[in-house]
């Protein structure tokens, strides 16, 4: 009986750790997308907010010299992997999961596909990195604004999603990684969150096209 009481709170625990969040047509209609094989996706972070902060410039500068006054480089280091997992993690793992839902309609969000007549754009408006340890965690967090456009008009938006992502807060590892000082990466958190955006995504996005 105890054991099944352990279980039990187990699966609590688990079931808690995440939030799946709903998508919201904000406007127009993604029947364009009927019979596309290929969608372009484009990521942008230009209006983003980070945390407490009003913008992604103030956060960075307050993260370089936070860690460059314990030591010295260390800061320069952590902003310039910061810059390069926007373009070299994020979006990949975006897609992989949206793919992987999206399937069954037979369509493929592509980075760099420019001969796509249709592109997605991913706005992220809000980001919080969350924190992963042993006692005071916090999930990972994205607010995204999505917008369908003609690829080669992309002033012409056909659609507007609005939707959330959020990561987990119970387990001791992210991405299959132990947490631990050595392989502390908040990249991997907020993949997570990218990746609880775009899972329900792809299925909303194949429902509207059924």
Known sequence: MKKI???LF?????LSGSKVFSQKLKSGSLSVLKGQKVVNLQFDYAKMKVGKFDNEEEYITKGIADRNSKKEGTGDAWAVKWKSDKTERFPPAFAETFNGKADDCGLELKENASDATYTMI???TFLE???EAYIGTKASEVDLLIDIV???APE???AT???KGKGSTTRTTVGGVPVSKETYDTGLRIIEAYESAAKPLGKFVCKELK
Do not use: A, D, N, Y
């Not at 187990?10 to 688990?14: E, G, S």
């Open 5 to 7: 009481g352990i279980l």
């Open 161 to 163: 999603i609005e939707t």
């Open 122 to 124: 991913v706005h992220t």
């Open 156 to 158: 012409k938006v056909v």
């Open 10 to 14: 187990m699966c609590f625990l688990v």
């Open 150 to 152: 003609e690829t080669k």
């Open 129 to 131: 990195q969350g924190v």
